[in-house]
């Protein structure tokens, strides 16, 4: 299983970015996905959750309405559409897919700051 995320950046407050993880080693299509991220502050947080199909979703509270997350079951690919960044989500954002345990990538940094 490798998941490698890509996107990543530094933006102002307000602003939008595309995160993308592209998945290979498995079912792609059979899974759900998830984002997660990281700060030193707050440790790992949940964000987002696809099912296998796409047909259902789920957020964070802390995320909800600004961030949405699809997948591209053609191109083993999940992604993560940011709208509306604050300072607040500035962090380290990994995808995941759990097969028996857990599997990460090597993250995405993203930076809001003006």
């Known amino acids: 299983v490798q998941l490698v995320e890509s996107g990543g950046g530094l933006v102002q407050p307000g602003e939008s970015l595309r995160l993308s993880c592209a998945a290979s080693?498995?079912?792609?299509?059979?899974?759900?996905m998830r984002w997660y991220r990281q700060t030193p502050m707050k440790g790992r947080e949940w964000v987002a959750q696809?099912?296998?199909?796409?047909?259902?979703?789920n957020y964070a509270s802390s995320v909800q309405g600004r961030f949405t997350i699809s997948r591209d079951n053609a191109k083993n690919t999940v992604y993560l559409r940011m709208n509306l960044l604050k300072p607040e989500d500035t962090a380290v954002y990994y995808c995941?897919?759990?097969?028996?345990?857990?599997?990460w990538g090597q993250g995405t940094q993203v930076t809001v700051s003006s």
């Open positions: 995941n897919v759990q097969i028996v345990r857990n599997y």
């Open positions: 080693g498995f079912t792609f299509s059979s899974y759900n």
């Open positions: 696809i099912t296998g199909a796409g047909e259902r979703t």
